[in-house]
């Protein structure tokens, strides 16, 4: 980088003339403005650092731009806050974990369930759709484990043309960690004195991202790129 000449003639580098127009942008702030700037600051460089932990450790580049945005968000909140030294409540990591595997569960099952054809079994899917739409709410954790033990659910899987691994993990694997999941969720969205063992949500972090194990959560994000990365994206 060359020399920036200043109006007066003066020649500087750039790092001199960045500082110079920190300095005078800083002094233009009230302390609050200030405080509140350099949190942002902080909070992106934050946010930077888990996404690159998230792709670097646990999602494929490729897989992980094809998530849901509320997804990619919801990962790098409960990564950022579990690698902080200044993380709060634990259990708002867990609301953090279920939010992120709520909008996974949405486009690879709900919105192509919705989409689908079947037995009459569907017919049960097709009712507690529109009770939820009825109501104008989105499906949760409770009714993505109701749907696991559905016969229509099961069918649904054998027609999405996928490997016998990836049916045994969607119909065998998933729906236990799910129902663990929402038990602990639960008790953390009522009142604010509940409390969530350390020990319990490091168990959960684990089992959903992959620390040792296969996680959950990168394996839907593979499957559901696998089947159409572009299709029913969801914000």
């Not at 127009?21 to 460089?45: D, F, N, V």
């Not at 689908?116 to 409770?142: K, T």
Request: with cysteine; aromatic share 10%; proline share 5%.
């Amino acid at each position: 980088e060359g020399p920036v000449i200043q109006p007066e003639g003066e020649s500087v580098n750039w790092h001199t003339y960045w500082l110079h127009l920190w300095g005078r942008a800083t002094q233009a702030l009230k302390p609050s403005e200030l405080e509140e700037h350099l949190e942002q600051i902080l909070r992106r460089k934050e946010d930077e650092t888990a996404e690159e932990r998230l792709k670097t450790y646990f999602f494929d580049d490729e897989v992980w731009r094809s998530l849901p945005d509320k997804t990619r968000r919801s990962l790098i909140d409960a990564e950022r806050q579990w690698f902080s030294t200044r993380a709060g409540r634990y259990d708002s990591l867990l609301q953090d974990l279920k939010v992120a595997t709520e909008n996974l569960c949405f486009d690879l099952f709900w919105q192509r369930l919705r989409k689908s054809a079947g037995s009459a079994s569907l017919l049960e899917f097709v009712a507690e759709d529109l009770a939820l739409q009825q109501r104008g709410r989105d499906p949760s954790l409770p009714n993505y484990a109701w749907a696991f033990s559905q016969t229509f659910f099961k069918e649904f899987i054998s027609g999405l043309g996928l490997g016998d691994e990836d049916k045994k993990f969607l119909t065998l694997e998933l729906p236990a960690p799910v129902r663990d999941l929402n038990s602990w969720r639960n008790p953390a969205d009522h009142g604010a004195n509940s409390q969530v063992r350390r020990e319990k949500v490091q168990e959960l972090m684990k089992k959903f991202l992959g620390l040792g194990c296969p996680g959950i959560l990168p394996r839907l994000a593979a499957i559901n790129h696998k089947l159409n990365p572009r299709t029913f994206r969801r914000g």
